[in-house]
C-alpha cells in the first residue's frame, strides 16, 4: 500500500514528504494507523549520518501510537481498533537467549524500526515519520492510557523504557537516593520513574534556569553541577545516578557522589566517548559504570502499564510534518521541554 511520509534522501539534504510502500499485513501482522510520533535525539543523527551506516531514503521515528486498523488471520491479541504502540524494534532473531529471556534489546539480530533490514521495499525499515507501519504482533505494544494522553504517551515508547529498564534491572524503589543527570527528553522521564518508583531523586544540571523545571516534574532537590560546593555537599550520597546526557563529558565528578558499591548507568548516546573516568574513582568504593540500551518487549509493555497506573507521560510540544526540520535545529540548541511529538494525521 502507498503511504505518505517525512525522510531524507541524503545526510545533507532536509526531511521532506516521501511516497513509500507498507506491505499487506501477513498472517501475524498487525497494521497501524500512525496518529502521532516522538522525535527523538537519535532520529537526527541517524537521518544525518552523524552514526555510521544510515541508509536511504531514511524515514526515521520510534515512538509510534496510533489504532490497530488491519490485523493478520493469526493474530490473537489485537483487534481493530486497539491503542497500540511500536517502539525501537520490529523485529529480532527469536531464537537466542536474549529473545527467549524477553530481552529482544540485545539481540545480535534486532532488527530497528528504521534503518535496519527487511525484504520489505526499499530494503531496509522505514520508520514512524509516516502514516501507517506493519508490524508483527510479538513488537506491538498494548497502550492503556486514555486517548487523551496518547501523544504524550508515544515518546514513552524510546524516553520511557530508556529510563525505566536501569531503573528496574538496578532494583531502583524506596529507600534509595537516585540522582538524574541531564534534564531532557531522556532525563524528564527519569525523574518521574525513579520518583514514581519511591526512590528520593536529586536531579543535576548544568543550567541555573532548569532548578524550577526539575522540581515541578518531581525531584526533591536540584544540583548546579558547575558548582563545585554544590556536588561537594553529596559526596557518597547516592545509591545510583542515571546518567542521560548524550554530549560527552567528565564523569569523574559523578563517580564521587556515589556510596560504596554504587552505580552510575549511561543511557544518553554521544557521538564521540567520553573521557575515560579515573580507575580510583571506581575502585576505592567498589563503585561500577555500567550501560543500558532501551529494553526488551515484555519490560516495554510493563513500562507503558506501569506509566498508565501512575498516570505518567512525557512533557510534548505538538508540532505539524512540515515543521521537523525546525524542530531538528532547535533540539540541537536544546530548546525544547522536553519532546516534539509529531501529529501525523498531517501528512495527510
Not at 521515528?61 to 490485523?71: F, K, L, P, Y
Not at 493469526?74 to 527469536?94: A, E, P, R, Y
Not at 579515573?278 to 502499564?305: H, W, Y
Amino acid at each position: 500500500m502507498n503511504v505518505k511520509a517525512y525522510g531524507a534522501h541524503a545526510g545533507q539534504a532536509p526531511l521532506q514528504p516521501l511516497d513509500i510502500t507498507r506491505r499487506t499485513p501477513g498472517a501475524h501482522d498487525v497494521q497501524i494507523d500512525i496518529a502521532f510520533c516522538g522525535v527523538c535525539h537519535s532520529d537526527i543523527h541517524q537521518v544525518r549520518s552523524e552514526w555510521a551506516g544510515t541508509l536511504y531514503p531514511c524515514v526515521p521515528g520510534h515512538e509510534i501510537v496510533g489504532r490497530v486498523s488491519a490485523v493478520g488471520p493469526g493474530v490473537l491479541g489485537f483487534q481493530v481498533g486497539d491503542l497500540v504502540g511500536v517502539g525501537c524494534i520490529v523485529d529480532s532473531c527469536k531464537t537466542c537467549a536474549d529473545c527467549h529471556d524477553g530481552l529482544e534489546n540485545y539481540c545480535d539480530h534486532m532488527v530497528g524500526t528504521y534503518n535496519g533490514p527487511t525484504p520489505d521495499a526499499p530494503g531496509h525499515t522505514l520508520g514512524g515519520y509516516s502514516q501507517k507501519i506493519v508490524v508483527h504482533e510479538r513488537y506491538v505494544l498494548r497502550v492503556r492510557h486514555a486517548e487523551s494522553d496518547l501523544a504524550a504517551v508515544a515518546p514513552l515508547l524510546c524516553a520511557g523504557i530508556t529510563t525505566y529498564s536501569p531503573l528496574r534491572h538496578w532494583k531502583v524503589g524506596p529507600g534509595h537516593q537516585v540522582g538524574v543527570v541531564g534534564i531532557g527528553g531522556l532525563g524528564h522521564m527519569g525523574i518521574k520513574l525513579a520518583k514514581a518508583m519511591g526512590a528520593r531523586v536529586v536531579a543535576f544540571t548544568t543550567s541555573e534556569s532548569k532548578r524550577a523545571a526539575a522540581r515541578a516534574l518531581g525531584a526533591d532537590e536540584v544540583v548546579v553541577s558547575r558548582h563545585v560546593d554544590e556536588m561537594a555537599a553529596h559526596a557518597q550520597s547516592l545509591d545510583f545516578i542515571l546518567n542521560t546526557v548524550a554530549a560527552p563529558h567528565d564523569l569523574d565528578p559523578f563517580f564521587a557522589l556515589l556510596k560504596r558499591d554504587g552505580v552510575m548507568t549511561l543511557v544518553g548516546a554521544p557521538a564521540t566517548p567520553h573521557p575515560s573516568p579515573g580507575v580510583f574513582n571506581l575502585i576505592t568504593k567498589r563503585r561500577s559504570l555500567a550501560g543500558s540500551m532501551i529494553g526488551g518487549i515484555p519490560e516495554t509493555q510493563e513500562m507503558l502499564d506501569f506509566c498508565a497506573q501512575h498516570g505518567i507521560v512525557a512533557d510534548i510540544e505538538m508540532i505539524r510534518a512540515d515543521q521537523i526540520n525546525d524542530a531538528y535545529e532547535r533540539m540541537i540548541r536544546g530548546d525544547v521541554k522536553y519532546r516534539f511529538v509529531i501529529d501525523t494525521r498531517t501528512l495527510a
